[in-house]
């Protein structure tokens, strides 16, 4: 196998999702790990239903939208000012630690991202983290009005980068996202954010806290008969495998 792309998931496997509980901490003292939580299994919820029910909306609105259910699910007031504000801190996530180094050290390979994140959203995203230059492109769901794992997204990442799925490496932490793109036929790495024993830890360690229900149903590989081809506990180790495969 010959990799020529390495192509990228945003949220979870580049940028952190959980980097926005200091903010809706802030905003909602005591509440900030569940709402942190709640506000992104509804995010994913939300895109799978509305591609489902071919009501596409992008998802700046599917964030938007997902936030307002978690407050009133808890029963938490907030203005629409203030739901948009919060909203946008998905517009400047941490990028993990590892991250600059391993786009760094990939290259000459060509990097790209497929997201679910509206253009506008990984635009300012990639900006912020300074990681924009680094890239060759930023593909996002948008592009076809349909969101992961819709096979039509993986193909419209072969079409974008005018290569055939045997060449192209692509990685995320999501189990869904991993499921449907080695379904569709790309060869997956999966970055795994919590180690197996670090999470049977936490879950049997009296009361399970949010955090922990997360990663037990989002971090966690998919039972759908599509693992991944490589598993890997830093996007650094990526460095390496790629090399031996230009």
Known sequence: MTIKAVVFDAYGTLFDVQSVAGLTEAAFPGHG????????????????????????EDFWSVTRASLDFTLKALGLEATPELI??????????ALY??????????APTRLAIFSNGSPS????????????????????????RAYKPDPR????????LDLSRE????????GFDIAGAKAYGLTVARIER??????RAELT??????????????????????????????????VPYVAARR
Do not use: C, H
């Not at 060759?136 to 076809?144: L, Q, R, Y």
């Not at 060449?167 to 999501?174: A, D, M, P, T, Y």
């Not at 919590?194 to 999470?199: D, E, T």
């Open 194 to 199: 919590i180690a197996p024993a670090a999470l």
């Open 97 to 106: 630690p590892e991250a600059l180094d391993a786009l760094k050290g990939l």
């Open 153 to 160: 997204g993986y193909r419209l990442v072969e079409d974008r």
């Open 121 to 144: 959203m990984l635009t300012n995203l990639t900006r912020q983290a300074r990681i924009d230059g680094l890239l060759e492109t930023v593909i996002s769901v948008d592009e076809i």
């Open 84 to 93: 948009v504000r919060i909203a946008a801190a998905y517009d400047a996530l």
């Open 33 to 56: 790990g569940t709402i942190t939580q709640i506000w992104r299994l509804k995010q994913l919820e939300y895109t799978w239903l509305r591609s489902l029910m071919d009501r596409y």
């Open 167 to 174: 060449e192209i490496l692509f990685v995320s932490s999501n």
């Open 205 to 238: 360690s009296g009361a399970i806290g949010p955090a922990a229900m997360f990663k037990a149903l989002r971090m966690q590989p998919e039972q759908l008969g599509e693992p991944a081809d490589l598993t890997i506990s830093a996007l650094t180790e990526l």
